[in-house]
């Protein structure tokens, strides 16, 4: 997109010269790194691997590799896939219920926003969604979509950061919630384009620079966005949505770039014991933020935006359930059997986006 910017002109003035026309201008530029990754799981492979001797859990083996690549974001954002809780008990598909620990995994990586609202944050009623914000909450770990009251709805419905002078607000919407209907006094945010539109609405973009919704939506294991996905994609960037983070088909899904924004269809399972292929891994999206503010007399008379994009696949090695990003695992030992399946995974992934 070209933006053209009307710069007002000054005259200078020399002695014993009439006035000469110049031009006065500057251009103010602020950039941000958002870190975003899929579907956060944990089914009961995973809590056991977790588990320690002496009955403690440790997610730090699993996130290694990774965790370098939200440490040195301005905003990461992940999709957790599951309750939590600190007393249990703890249980995977269908009803996800996880370990207090995977906050201090999510913590020690500098997640700054978890999106609630999927298709499994119902489980376990009214007490795990309480518990996992509160949780959440403790960690000093921002949340979306999901809400224990009115209140707490009122006040975390939009999240509002600010990294790098850029200045973002998140929403997050599911689907479904598997047929179980929100537990009493608890609020989970459905894709519903009415309420959607007031919640944008509400946005004043004369104090915000970039929108982000994450969105829960498609359908599982489908390796293209379905006609419904499209037409709400479209929907979102018609009420100033700028970028779109897809999670749930459990699959990595292509990217939509358009004027002044990104539509991430779905990045896949970011970790999980799904095994079939196309599931056993994801990508890590890396999305530079630029923008450049044309200043005069120090107001912003016209800005511009742009987003810069890295895709970075990963795949999620047993027993361990450890994430490898590509630059790792291209390079770890393997056994046969286990690189021709990481390889393929690779090569699945960079054919469908193109990288």
Not at 191 to 215: K, Y
Request: aromatic share 10%; net charge neutral; proline share 5%.
């Amino acid at each position: 997109m070209v933006v053209v910017a009307f710069v007002p002109l000054r005259f200078v003035s020399f002695p014993s010269q009439k006035p000469v026309l110049t031009i006065e201008s500057s251009v103010n530029i602020r950039r941000a790194c958002i870190v975003a990754a899929g579907d956060l799981m944990q089914h009961s492979t995973q809590i056991e691997a977790a588990r320690c001797q002496d009955g403690r859990y440790d997610y730090s083996g699993s996130f290694q590799y990774v965790a370098p690549y939200f440490q040195d974001a301005d905003l990461a954002i992940v999709n957790l896939e599951t309750t939590l809780s600190y007393e249990g008990p703890y249980s995977g598909y269908p009803a996800f219920c996880s370990p207090a620990a995977v906050a201090d995994a999510m913590r020690d990586m500098n997640i700054d926003v978890v999106a609630l609202a999927n298709n499994h944050c119902c489980d376990k009623g009214g007490r795990g969604i309480k518990a996992t914000c509160s949780i959440l909450d403790s960690y000093g770990i921002c949340r979306v979509g999901a809400y224990t009251d009115s209140i707490d709805y009122k006040v975390n419905n939009i999240c509002y950061l600010k990294r790098n002078n850029i200045r973002f607000a998140l929403l997050n919407y599911t689907y479904d919630t598997n047929g179980i209907p929100t537990p009493k006094g608890c609020i989970v945010n459905r894709i519903d384009t009415v309420q959607i539109a007031r919640d944008l609405a509400s946005i004043d973009r004369n104090q915000v620079d970039c929108i982000v919704a994450v969105m829960h939506w498609g359908y599982e294991y489908q390796r293209k966005p379905h006609p419904e996905q499209r037409r709400l994609a479209a929907f979102l960037r018609r009420n100033d949505v700028d970028l779109i983070i897809g999670s749930h088909p459990h699959v990595v899904q292509p990217v939509e770039y358009c004027d002044d924004g990104l539509t991430l269809y779905s990045l896949g399972n970011f970790v999980s014991n799904q095994r079939q292929r196309y599931s056993d891994g994801g990508v890590i999206a890396t999305i530079d933020v630029e923008i450049r503010d044309s200043l005069y007399g120090g107001k912003v008379i016209s800005s511009a935006k742009s987003y810069g994009l890295k895709l970075t696949p990963v795949w999620v090695s047993l027993p361990s359930y450890a994430i490898l990003p590509q630059p790792v695992g291209d390079t770890l030992p393997m056994s046969v059997a286990e690189r021709a399946i990481y390889n393929r995974f690779i090569d699945d992934t960079k054919s469908l986006l193109g990288i």
